[in-house]
């Protein structure tokens, strides 16, 4: 009954399916009190040598339509409750996944894919068994015990009636403790199989590592050790469910006994017929269903139960990001400004970025760099709002804060490039023009062009239409990296986040995507977070972050006139460049930025 005042607001919206449902119910539990009834008074009119051919076969000719009355009234019911129940699940499964997309980075951190993969499965069925079976049961054993119940004490008799109940109030107590154990047992059963969902996706996706590093028999003996627990858990649930069916079979077999010895005594009291404890011990078996019902409900709604609060617990996790109820449009003016005196991620004591100072006028290019673990990909996350900003920082677009502009909106400026791209199951078309959906394929094809990645397209049999496995699996880094690039520039954002976007490029393909992306300079604003400093040669301003903080800034040419990290890491670079192109390259000073940009 918890499950149900849980899920009360949900089910209200199929209070007709229930209703109408349950209609069909009590006219079946109704039906099914006339056989026998009628069985008695043929076994009576035996006793009594009153029986004709002609009564006997009208008994049988209303019993076969009282069966089929109740064939159609079964359909019925079934029909609505389990149709009910698939459509509600089906709503809650869009709502889970609706709120999954709206949750900020940090839900994610404390979540695995394979724990909320099984909610979104297990614990979904679970509720919908809850919903269909679980309420059909409930309400099918109430109404057919209480009209079992009131055809025993009016037809037949109440004195045995209450004789056969006394084992009863023992069996709700046996259930009662079941079902607590049921409940904590499940809720670990599941836990472990999110447990098991979790290990084999990160084994199906990484397989590429797993078969590199020969890990094969590890992953095996994990998934092994895993498997063997899920399946200990699930074991003890069905110790539990293999014990309501004996209980309940061990107090009814001392109901019938206390039933055949009532009623001989009643017959002999003449007090009762043979007929009438026929029909009697014929309630008593229909009411054996409702009570097995009742104890296979109870499994159920306990498993709907676990899994339900397992589900609430995510349902009342709200994004840590959202909109200020006072939101607006993103401005047309697209000028950056960060002011950010300190940021810490959730849960952490130490800043990851403090003292951050920048002004990016609208279609400037401003690069970005640093040793690894700087915190330079930290500041495009918080300007995508994936994060909010600690107490006194700012970041403002066109003048407005970002944290007062609608969070669609904002984003919507914005096309992200990471380092490791995510790619979708589809074609490679439909992954470029995940950014444009209308796109038609001349904006797709020119999009590729850009991005260096058309010809190797069209080299694949299908060309564009390449099915790609799970996050683009059968293409490698590089083109996998210029997908993305390609999706990144059909969304036509006037901001472009280049986060180590070329890092898997050879040097001639990231010159060609270079050059090409220097015909949007002035007209979209672009930052990119690259190692390679020679990318940046061309930048407006270039930032050199390191633990968090602004080591260096200025042009190119500024910060190469200074001995410090960015001047010593160029020049080793350069030199490897020119040795590596040596055979196109003159011997000018590598000091010489055209040189480089040439190369």
């Known amino acids: 009954m918890k499950l149900l005042w849980k899920m009360r607001f949900i089910l209200r919206d199929y209070w007709k399916h229930y209703l109408l449902a349950f209609i069909s119910l009590q006219a079946v539990a109704v039906l099914n009190q006339l056989p026998p009834w009628l069985i008695g008074r043929v076994v009576d009119e035996i006793t009594l040598d009153g029986l004709t051919t002609q009564e006997l076969m009208m008994y049988i000719a209303g019993i076969m339509v009282i069966a089929i009355a109740i064939y159609g009234l079964r359909y019925v019911w079934r029909s609505l409750l389990y149709g009910a129940s698939i459509d509600l699940v089906r709503s809650q499964r869009d709502r889970l996944f609706a709120h999954f997309t709206r949750m900020s980075p940090d839900f994610y951190q404390k979540h695995t894919a394979g724990d909320l993969m099984a909610h979104a499965t297990n614990d979904l069925n679970a509720v919908e068994e809850s919903a269909g079976g679980g309420i059909m049961t409930l309400v099918d054993s109430v109404i057919a015990g209480f009209t079992v119940l009131a055809a025993m004490v009016f037809a ?43 290990e084999a996706r990160e084994t199906v996706t990484g397989i590429r590592a797993v078969r590199a590093h020969e890990l094969n028999k590890r992953q095996e003996q994990r998934f092994h050790e895993l498997s063997r627990e899920t399946v200990a858990a699930n074991q003890k649930v069905a110790r539990i469910e293999s014990i309501f069916g004996p209980t309940i079979n061990l107090f009814f077999g001392l109901s019938f006994v206390i039933a055949l010895m009532g009623g001989a005594w009643l017959i002999q009291q003449g007090e009762m017929t043979l007929g009438l404890l026929t029909s009697f011990t014929l309630y008593l078996g229909q009411l054996l269903s409702p009570m097995m019902q009742f104890g296979w409900q109870f499994s159920v709604f306990q498993r709907g139960n676990a899994s339900w609060s397992r589900l609430e617990s995510l349902f009342n996790q709200k994004p840590s990001v959202s909109d200020a109820p006072d939101a607006v449009e993103a401005p047309a003016n697209h000028d950056l400004a960060f002011d950010i005196q300190s940021f810490h991620y959730p849960m952490a004591d130490t800043p990851v970025l403090s003292n951050i100072k920048l002004q990016a006028p609208a279609g400037s290019f401003i690069g970005i760099t ?27 677009l066109g003048g407005i804060a970002i944290d007062q502009i609608q969070l669609k909106s904002l984003r919507s ?13 589809g074609t490679i078309a439909e992954n470029i023009a995940m950014s444009k959906p209308d796109a038609s394929r001349e904006e797709i094809e020119q999009a590729a062009r850009l991005a260096a990645v058309h010809e190797d397209i069209t080299r694949f049999t299908d060309s564009y239409n390449t099915i790609l496995g799970e996050n683009g699996i059968n293409l490698s880094g590089g083109q996998k990296q210029r997908v993305a690039f390609a999706r990144a520039l059909l969304s036509n954002a006037n901001i472009l986040l280049l986060d180590d976007a070329f890092s898997a490029l050879d040097m001639k393909t990231e010159a060609t995507i270079l050059k090409n992306l220097s015909a949007y300079k002035n007209r979209k604003t672009i930052l990119l977070i690259t190692q390679r400093l020679p990318e940046l040669i061309t930048a407006d301003h270039i930032l050199v972050i390191d633990e968090g903080t602004i080591k260096e800034q200025g042009t190119h040419d500024e910060l190469l006139d200074r001995p410090e ?3 010593r890491i160029f020049k080793q670079q350069a030199r490897t460049l020119l040795m590596e192109n040596k055979d196109t390259i003159d011997s000018r000073s590598f000091n010489d930025s055209s040189t480089l940009v040439s190369a």
Do not use: C
């Open 565 to 567: 990290w960015y001047a």
């Open 156 to 198: 037949v008799s109440g004195k045995l009636t209450l004789l056969v109940l006394i084992p009863f109030p023992i069996l709700i107590w046996a259930t009662g403790k079941y079902g607590t154990t049921m409940h904590k047992t499940f809720g670990r059963a599941q836990a472990s199989f999110s447990n098991l969902n979790e």
């Open 413 to 425: 400026q914005m096309a992200w490039v990471p380092q490791e791209p995510m790619l979708f199951s």
């Open 370 to 396: 640093g040793r690894t673990g700087g915190g330079k990909s930290s500041l495009f996350r918080l300007l995508q709002r994936q994060f909010n900003l600690d107490s006194g920082s700012a970041i403002t």
